[in-house]
């Protein structure tokens, strides 16, 4: 067996800890009716790589945020003129009937053929050692027009073997170099693919929330053992969330706090609490008003606008909510959710204590944005990349939270990206995948932190295919990768990277971020 698997290195003690947070990435395109028609293809069996087999869907190019039910009547947004290049994708005709194939967005939903199974579920022909258990499953439907029969008719499948990877095409590398490799998962595994979903890590555990398919949008939770590498379908209770996507989850003392989002055509602005050790959601209530009101436009708003594709970062109790998009426009605003008395609020002493605030900044701001990260470094705000639906960004800004300066920082060789992840390991954010404007990348992008510029590091392995729309975070020295969407797929897949000691020996212990 080439490569390797797994060796556990502890993160020295002089290496700062990361509560590394990765933001949400939405689809840059919305749906055309609701999440039904969200369609997409799968991926298939085969362990090792996957096939591509879908009819195509003829679609006109449209803006990332403006909603075809708005195209109308919104002709003088700027998201209405220009569209970003659509990555070239093989296609498959299964006939003369077959409509012919328009360029189309990134991300861009297509109706797929019949959906193979994924290669994280058991197929027909798993060994004998690997028995498939039938359960009920829940009915947490992606939509609500899902017949009472297609909910019965899904099943829980139970993998109680891990199935360790190995690949003869990959070469043994040295173990201090950091490492690609699939995670051996088993347990409840999920069955739905991942995308423009959020994982959350508490403890030891990631719990993830929402996102969509081939399907629709979903509101379940499952949780994965960043340990074990095993994966249960746990149930909650109370005021469970409408299913959702492209929405933001901040963890907040073992409670994880889910802001915006939506499905189909429909945009959130409403917050709801999961307490991770009850299992429970909660959902406070706010002042419904989102605008400022028409006699006085000088009137700051009470309440966020509904939005998507934004970020959020916890801060000395408060959670700030930066950009996104509403279906009509992007955004660049700053709001604060004050979580400071989170727990006396949940517990109906003090609803009040959980307000809203339109933040004013100084300097120039970034200029309205969705599918860019947000990382705390300190106190300031890291933001870097995304998309307006005309460009795709390669700025990198940062927003001290104490002085509320916004700075944009030089960059020697700036890199574009949209819908990737950005993680902090240490004295580096590593980006992972992505948009560069162009096609998906699998690329790692290594951010200094003390320097603000992009390094070269060496990663050896079997990389994770071109992505976007997929989650990190970082466990135990290793960096996870859940799911994602390379503009024809959507993936179900975990994949590891184990850091070693290239990824901490060239950190610097303390340091802070100066740029103003």
Same mark, same amino acid.
């Given at each position: !067996?080439?490569?390797?698997?797994?060796?556990?290195?502890?993160?020295?003690?002089?290496?700062?800890?990361?509560?590394?947070?990765?933001?949400?990435?939405?689809?840059?395109?919305?749906?055309?009716?609701?999440?039904?028609?969200? *369609? !997409?293809?799968?991926?298939?069996?085969?362990?090792?790589? $996957?096939?591509?087999?879908?009819?195509?869907?003829?679609?006109?190019s449209?803006?990332?945020?403006?909603?075809?039910?708005?195209?109308?009547?919104?002709?003088?947004?700027?998201?209405?003129? %220009?569209?970003?290049?659509? +990555?070239?994708?093989?296609?498959?005709?299964?006939? @003369?009937?077959?409509?012919?194939?328009?360029p189309t967005?990134? /991300?861009?939903?297509?109706?797929?053929? @019949?959906?193979?199974?994924?290669?994280?579920?058991?197929?027909?022909?798993a060994?004998? @050692?690997? +028995?498939?258990?039938?359960?009920?499953?829940?009915?947490?439907?992606p939509?609500?027009?899902d017949?009472?029969?297609? $909910?019965?008719?899904?099943?829980?499948?139970?993998? &109680? *073997?891990?199935?360790?990877?190995?690949?003869?095409?990959?070469?043994?590398?040295?173990?201090?170099? !950091?490492?690609?490799?699939r995670?051996?998962?088993?347990?409840?595994?999920?069955m739905?693919?991942?995308?423009?979903?959020?994982?959350?890590?508490?403890?030891?555990?990631?719990?993830?929330?929402?996102?969509?398919?081939?399907?629709?949008?979903?509101?379940?939770?499952?949780?994965?053992?960043?340990?074990?590498?095993?994966?249960?379908?746990?149930?909650?209770?109370?005021?469970?969330? +409408?299913?959702?996507?492209?929405?933001?989850?901040?963890?907040?003392?073992?409670?994880?706090?889910?802001f915006?989002?939506?499905? #189909?055509?429909?945009?959130?602005?409403? &917050?709801?609490?999961?307490? &991770?050790?009850?299992?429970?959601w909660?959902?406070?209530?706010?002042?419904?008003?989102?605008?400022?009101?028409?006699?006085?436009?000088?009137?700051?708003?009470?309440?966020?606008?509904?939005?998507?594709?934004?970020?959020?970062?916890?801060?000395? #109790?408060?959670?700030?909510?930066? /950009?996104?998009?509403?279906?009509?426009?992007?955004?660049?605003?700053?709001?604060?959710?004050?979580?400071?008395?989170?727990?006396?609020?949940?517990?109906?002493i003090?609803?009040? *204590?959980?307000?809203? &605030?339109?933040?004013?900044?100084?300097?120039?701001?970034?200029? +309205?944005?969705?599918y860019?990260t947000?990382?705390?470094?300190?106190? =300031?705000?890291?933001?870097?990349?995304?998309?307006?639906?005309?460009?795709?960004?390669?700025?990198?800004?940062?927003?001290?939270?104490?002085?509320?300066?916004?700075?944009?920082?030089?960059?020697?060789?700036? %890199?574009?990206?949209?819908? %990737?992840?950005?993680?902090?390991v240490?004295?580096y954010?590593?980006?992972? /995948?992505?948009?560069? #404007?162009?096609?998906?990348?699998?690329?790692?992008?290594?951010?200094?932190? =003390?320097?603000?510029?992009?390094?070269?590091?060496?990663?050896?392995?079997?990389?994770?295919?071109?992505? #976007?729309?997929?989650?990190?975070?970082?466990?135990?020295? $290793?960096?996870?990768?859940?799911?994602?969407?390379?503009?024809?797929?959507?993936?179900?897949? =975990?994949?590891i990277?184990?850091?070693?000691?290239?990824?901490?020996?060239?950190?610097? !212990?303390?340091?802070?971020?100066?740029?103003?």
């Open positions: !067996m080439a490569g390797r698997v797994w060796p556990r290195i502890q993160n020295p003690s002089c290496i700062p800890s990361s509560a590394a947070t990765s933001s949400l990435l939405v689809n840059p395109l919305d749906d055309n009716n609701d999440d039904d028609l969200d *369609t !997409m293809s799968n991926v298939s069996a085969n362990e090792d790589h $996957r096939v591509s087999s879908q009819s195509q869907l003829a679609t006109q449209r803006s990332p945020y403006l909603h075809p039910t708005h195209q109308a009547t919104a002709s003088t947004s700027t998201f209405n003129n %220009h569209q970003l290049p659509n +990555p070239a994708a093989p296609t498959a005709h299964s006939g @003369s009937s077959s409509p012919t194939p328009t967005m990134p /991300g861009t939903p297509r109706i797929s053929a @019949s959906r193979k199974p994924s290669s994280l579920r058991h197929v027909s022909n060994p004998v @050692s690997e +028995p498939a258990q039938s359960i009920k499953r829940r009915p947490s439907s939509s609500a027009k017949s009472k029969h297609s $909910r019965h008719s899904r099943e829980r499948r139970i993998r &109680t *073997t891990p199935r360790l990877p190995h690949s003869d095409d990959v070469a043994i590398a040295p173990a201090t170099i !950091m490492y690609w490799s995670a051996p998962v088993h347990g409840a595994l999920p739905r693919n991942m995308r423009a979903h959020t994982v959350t890590l508490v403890d030891n555990v990631a719990w993830l929330f929402g996102g969509c398919d081939d399907k629709g949008c979903w509101k379940d939770i499952y949780c994965f053992d960043t340990d074990t590498m095993q994966w249960s379908h746990p149930e909650t209770l109370g005021d469970i969330p +409408p299913p959702c996507r492209a929405h933001t989850a901040t963890l907040v003392d073992r409670k994880i706090v889910i915006g989002g939506g499905q #189909g055509p429909v945009y959130y602005d409403s &917050t709801f609490i999961l307490d &991770t050790t009850t299992r429970r909660f959902a406070p209530t706010f002042p419904a008003q989102s605008q400022p009101p028409p006699e006085d436009p000088e009137v700051d708003p009470l309440h966020p606008a509904p939005r998507r594709a934004h970020t959020a970062v916890l801060y000395n #109790g408060k959670i700030y909510i930066f /950009g996104g998009g509403n279906g009509l426009t992007a955004l660049n605003d700053l709001w604060t959710l004050d979580v400071s008395h989170l727990d006396t609020s949940l517990r109906g003090s609803n009040g *204590t959980l307000k809203w &605030t339109l933040i004013k900044t100084e300097g120039k701001v970034p200029s +309205p944005r969705g860019h947000a990382n705390l470094v300190g106190n =300031v705000m890291v933001i870097v990349g995304g998309s307006d639906g005309q460009e795709c960004f390669s700025d990198v800004w940062c927003l001290n939270l104490e002085s509320l300066i916004w700075t944009r920082v030089s960059l020697t060789l700036p %890199h574009r990206r949209l819908s %990737h992840t950005s993680t902090q240490g004295s954010l590593f980006i992972v /995948g992505g948009h560069d #404007g162009a096609a998906y990348s699998s690329d790692i992008l290594f951010y200094n932190l =003390v320097n603000l510029q992009y390094e070269h590091r060496p990663v050896r392995g079997k990389p994770l295919s071109a992505r #976007g729309y997929h989650v990190t975070i970082v466990a135990d020295s $290793r960096v996870f990768v859940f799911g994602g969407f390379n503009g024809h797929e959507v993936f179900d897949d =975990v994949h990277l184990d850091l070693a000691g290239t990824a901490y020996l060239p950190q610097v !212990m303390s340091f802070l971020i100066d740029v103003e």
